[in-house]
């Protein structure tokens, strides 16, 4: 259907590379340094490939149990992770990715994975709650309870001292990483009020050099908590839909905080400005009598002079902002479906993006 599609007039393919495999693809990595990426696709496989090679993966890894959820490679290139709804996490070595080191099964499903900034050590997110560490090298497995509901999000700060997550149930928990409990676990509502289904907590960051946590929700509704204790400091009401991802520039001229939503607009907060609303970057899916907006599935800082970020959307395009003027200054086409995954690497330039249409798109901005 999608070949097909891509063979019809006025099509337009600003990808550099495209890697087809017929399924949707709901994970990829780039590496550090090598032109080489990473996919997930919907077939259960984990597929290696060279840039410059898309007609064959290099190396295709033992199928799983069930759908890839996170893909990607430490932050020195030399080893290589992968992880599945079946509960299962398989690190290999790079480029000899044959070694498979000590896999392990959490006994719950992988809702995320995400590597420590600098150290060889994965953080894994649950569906019953639990957050795993697995340090391969050392053979050594880690697990802790943040929350009784699902982890939906979360991640290691960027100093890697503590991680975080947010969960279904509402709930954001912060673990220094040398603790043995919990530091703090917050409601991502006023305390006074009941929690609902809608305030599922769906994304979180945290503020380098600055004392805040920013999550979103699935009701569209962002708060700033505090770092230390998990206190909530703002509210934030500016989105009408689920918020599907958050990032964070601090640069020296001030804290800039992005949230992405299902509403198709990402919003650019001035943090140190009472979190006011800098500017709304608007995804425009078409313009008619009305101007529908297309559903945001994903974003990444670009860590530039001036800090940029990609976004992804249903509508298969990806878009490059500027984040302290708002305004678009790339849309790349190609895709024929929603955008399931991205990833960026800023010193190359690049950015993969796997998609519904069953392909794995590299673009470039100059």
């Not at 097909?4 to 337009?12: F, N, R, T």
């Not at 969960?167 to 676990?185: E, K, L, N, P, Q």
């Not at 608007?282 to 990609?310: C, K, Q, S, W, Y």
Request: hydrophobic share 40%.
């Amino acid at each position: 259907m999608y070949l097909a599609a891509e063979a019809q007039p006025g099509y337009v393919n600003d990808a550099v590379a495209t890697f087809r495999l017929g399924h949707p693809i709901y994970a990829v990595g780039l590496h550090p340094a090598e032109p080489v990426l990473v996919t997930g696709a919907g077939d259960d496989h984990v597929y290696l490939w060279h840039t410059q090679e898309t007609e064959q993966p290099g190396a295709t890894f033992e199928k799983a149990q069930d759908t890839p959820v996170g893909a990607a490679f430490n932050a020195d290139g030399t080893l290589l992770a992968s992880a599945s709804m079946d509960g299962k996490l398989c690190i290999r070595q790079f480029p000899m990715v044959e070694n498979e080191m000590a896999p392990l099964d959490t006994g719950s499903e992988i809702t995320w994975m995400s590597w420590h900034p600098t150290q060889d050590s994965v953080l894994l997110g649950t569906e019953e709650g639990m957050l795993w560490v697995a340090t391969p090298h050392d053979d050594a497995f880690d697990s802790y309870y943040m929350a009784s509901a699902s982890a939906l999000c979360g991640g290691w700060t960027p100093d890697g001292k503590a991680t975080f997550s947010g969960h279904a149930d509402g709930s954001v928990a912060y673990r220094m990483a040398d603790a043995y409990t919990t530091t703090w676990c917050a409601v991502a509502a006023a305390p006074e009020k009941p929690m609902y289904a809608g305030n599922a907590v769906t994304a979180a960051a945290v503020c380098p050099d600055h004392p805040y946590v920013v999550v979103g929700c699935a009701s569209g509704t962002c708060f700033v908590l505090r770092r230390d204790n998990g206190r909530v400091l703002k509210r934030l009401d500016e989105h009408t839909q689920s918020v599907e991802g958050i990032v964070v520039h601090s640069t020296r001229a001030g804290l800039t905080v992005v949230t992405v939503s299902v509403d198709g607009r990402a919003v650019v907060w001035n943090a140190l400005q009472d979190w006011s609303v800098r500017h709304v970057c608007r995804h425009v899916l078409e313009e008619g009598d009305g101007v529908e907006l297309a559903a945001i599935t994903g974003v990444r800082a670009v860590p530039t002079t001036p800090p940029r970020f990609i976004t992804t959307a249903v509508d298969g395009a990806v878009r490059l902002w500027d984040s302290l003027s708002g305004t678009l200054l790339r849309t790349w086409r190609g895709h024929l479906a929603p955008v399931l995954s991205l990833d960026v690497h800023a010193g190359h330039k690049t950015v993969i993006t796997g998609s519904d249409d069953g392909t794995a798109r590299l673009f470039q901005w100059s």
